[in-house]
């Protein structure tokens, strides 16, 4: 007895997605509806910004912080845990940082019932509970450099709009707190960063991005600079996933780390702080890879990365379950396998596991069977093909590597498609309005040059990036770009001493 | 030209110790000595309770994570994250709960220097800002059981005395939350939970234990029961490492966690929830195997398995330093290894490298090459013997899991030894002072047992710690320990109903 034909490939069954928003058309309904529908987080916890992320979610943030944690620790970093809370006179020591992160600080004052007789922050960013220690730590030579990260979150009391895992009041994150004895060091470890950068964001998970140097009135509160890495999300909006700064000797001064040189002179360290937004590192895969059926996961962070649909018939005598169960035990040796025998029709599930943006099905039905063979259907370009069982556990790591592949084709060429430039502010505003990253002559990236920011922001809703540090797909990384020659400012009209990207961001 | 033979075995840079405490008789200096020594953490942060975790523990720390997490998994565990502050309205939900931890509860009241409407709890375990979640999310059979943890870190206002990794206002674990349709379900869970903590602990880190049953008036705020893991250390004092409720229906009542049954009623479900403590286990890890001579890391945690310490005169020809360069690159393949070429003594670095307990020591000189061998030195039991350059890659993981079975062969040895028996108040106090986890006859373990539980605590300073539900080495679990015959409670003298183990404790 054979299977009605109808049950297993009937249109409807098909062809009915779950979701039917087009993403290139509404990405915001569709973000919003894929982690309702994909079960990615749950918005109804009673603190506004603070997100729960579920299994489906964390599975691939902690796949996100092994990459990132190994290629840290491959460039000699390593792991320790600074306390969440910092002492209030702690967090006062340099100037410009607390001005910075005051306006979004929470502060702990009482415990067990008392008032503390000293207020705690939690911590914002860890530069105030870990650079008083660094002052214990560093006192010659030979104790530095220092290069260490801790994994874990930071709490900010945004005044913006949140969005699930791209801003919240509570978000996952890794930062790197570097110290050097010299400025050239310190530079040198930027350039490392962004190289690591390219390698956990652009190899491994296939998002483009540009590193750049912001501009003076865009830097991080107590950096000499900083650099950060722009990618683009499917309306145009650009959203920063990395930060690394150059800190100088700010912090060294206000916290007094100090070593003794050659010439036993106590003199301040250089330091760098470099800060991977995990959870917006995950948005941005979410964002730039999925398609109107749903996610679209890169192998290598997928929770599961091949599901296995036996395709039985009623009653059916159990041989198709049987191979399906032992395909999964084999598998399972060699990557993330699961097996879907929920009580659901076939196609139900097709569409259930494609939403979920799972990389690789595998359908196992009698015909297949009895050809020792099973239908491979890869998610992103949806195409099947037949494989013999013996070959599957070879085969899927491989097509994995073919996806994340065509994923990075895919996403460098709509990547490079909205990079533009404009010479007047006319055509600027029209082209990023129509979605792109544009690169206009700006009169300067020092303090000068903030009005004209402003004044754009003002009238466009645009933002000045900053001037291009380093392409994803480029090995060549510049820390200060050369100015341009006889172009002008869009908005003043001056002599412009800058080429600067502009867009609408996160 | 040879290298001098005085250079290399001097006996006085081999045999002179960094430390020089002996563990057994002072274990608390001990202790505090091998914390500064090996740089575990650093006790000099600004707020009471809250210590820094320096790399060469954080890289165990986080082995031990990936350790129960993989244990965890295995069991049909997924991870989540949940946010770390708590509306005060959640938190106060369950009565028991908040009686139990509001004294140790911190607060933020006030954001960006505003005071906030509602204070928000910082966490002390998850349930409350968990539970309100689990209730949107339970709904029919279909969604149970749900099986979530979160690796993390939480924080308690302590007001017992603190100690690294024992005991701190901020402490890292993972907690479980599991919930269940019925109560032999949630009671199948907490013999599934002990059989995961046999897994982690015991066979992969070698720390034995016992898991108790704790007595009644001992149990989490909240709890129906609670059954805790208590390992021993080496001053005998007994040390908890993990913990798992019985929660019952009090949280699935106060948070509204409900199903619909067969019969479409709405039922409450049942819950467990378990918590490993990852700092502790780190703790006992370093306090049972190390030894005079300082920390003795099982191989499997170990941030280096193996260091390479080239053996080299002055001036020499370099084919040395090659061939240890060679070796690490090969080694460095199958284990962590590193090589030492700082400029110190052989000596010197043997101490080093023993104190921070690296299981594995390589010792490669001219005559070693020119056989094609090195020395390999085992960390435990200090044996030399030589191994062909060409099969140490394999040799040492080998001889890994040989010292993994050393060490558990030696603690559970000690563990055995230390657990006596005792009829009466004056033999168990007596037996206790020696450093015995004393088992005795004892009135009762439900409330009414508490008169004689504290009265032994005030007059030996002894702790009444619960029936014996499960030994590390075993596969046997009793939940409900049989009451035992005829004895009498060693305090009161009335009729035992239960026999309980008392020791000292941290």
């Known amino acids: 007895m054979k299977a009605p034909v109808f049950l297993l490939f009937h249109p409807i ?4 997605p779950f979701m039917n928003i087009d993403k290139s ?15 990615l987080c749950d918005l109804r916890y009673n603190i506004k910004g603070f997100i729960v ?3 489906w979610a964390m599975k691939s943030i902690n796949q996100i912080y092994d ?19 910092v002492p209030e006179k702690a967090f006062l020591a340099e100037k410009e940082h607390v001005e910075g992160f005051t306006p979004e600080v929470m502060w702990v004052t009482e415990a067990g019932n008392k008032k503390l007789e000293e207020r705690y922050a939690l911590k914002p960013t860890g530069e105030t509970s870990i650079y008083p220690m660094y002052a214990l730590w560093v006192n010659g030579l030979s104790d530095l450099p220092v290069k260490i990260y801790q994994r874990g979150w930071v709490w900010r009391y945004e005044t913006k709009a949140t969005k699930p895992f791209v801003r919240g009041r509570e978000f996952l994150w890794i930062e790197a ?25 652009w190899k491994t998970l296939g998002i483009p991005f540009i590193f750049f140097r912001r501009p003076q009135w865009d830097k991080f509160a107590g950096a000499d600079d900083t650099f950060a890495a722009d990618t683009l999300m499917p309306d145009g909006k650009v959203l920063q996933i990395a930060t690394t700064h150059l800190l100088g000797q700010h912090f060294s001064r206000a916290y007094g780390i100090k070593y003794m040189n050659e010439s036993n002179d106590a003199v301040h360290a250089w330091q760098t702080c470099y800060g991977p937004g995990i959870s917006r590192i995950y948005a941005a895969s979410v964002a730039v890879h ?16 091949a599901v296995i649909i036996p395709i039985m018939r009623k009653g059916g005598d159990g041989k198709v379950l049987e191979a399906a169960k032992t395909l999964l035990k084999n598998l399972s040796k060699a990557v993330r396998a699961e097996i879907d025998l929920s009580d659901q029709t076939p196609g ?24 020792e063979s099973a239908i491979l259907v890869t998610r992103d370009d949806g195409k099947k093909r037949s494989v013999k069982l013996s070959e599957i556990e070879i085969e899927i790591p491989k097509e994995g590597a073919r996806l994340d592949a065509r994923l990075m084709e895919k996403s460098s060429k709509l990547f490079r498609d909205a990079l533009d430039s404009a010479r007047n502010e006319e055509e600027m505003a029209r082209k990023v309005d129509a979605g792109k990253m544009v690169e206009v002559p700006f009169c300067s990236e020092e303090k000068d040059g903030e009005g004209c920011a402003k004044a754009i922001k003002e ?4 933002d000045v990036r900053g001037t291009i540090c380093s392409f994803f797909d480029s090995d060549e990384v510049t820390l200060e770009a050369k100015p341009p020659k006889a172009e002008k400012c869009v908005h003043c009209g001056k002599p412009a001493k800058a080429r600067m990207y502009v867009s609408r961001q996160y």
Chains 1, 2 share one sequence.
């Open 13 to 16: 069954l098909l062809l009915v």
């Open 25 to 39: 058309k509404n990405f915001s309904e569709w973000y919003n509806e894929i982690i309702k529908e994909a079960g």
């Open 53 to 55: 992320i579920m299994p």
């Open 67 to 85: 990459i990132y944690e190994r290629e840290l620790q491959r460039r000699g970093h390593s792991p320790a845990f600074f306390p969440s809370l």
């Open 177 to 201: 707190h570097d110290v050097f004895a010299t400025n050239p060091q310190a530079r040198a470890q930027v350039v490392e960063d962004i190289s690591i950068a390219k390698e956990a964001v």
């Open 290 to 305: 999925g398609d109107n059926k749903g996610m679209v996961l890169p192998f290598c962070i997928a929770p599961v990365q």
């Open 348 to 371: 139900f599930k097709f569409n259930r596991w494609e939403q979920r943006g799972v990389p690789m099905r595998i359908e196992i039905g009698e015909r297949d069977l009895a050809d």
């Open 459 to 462: 009238k466009h809703s645009i």
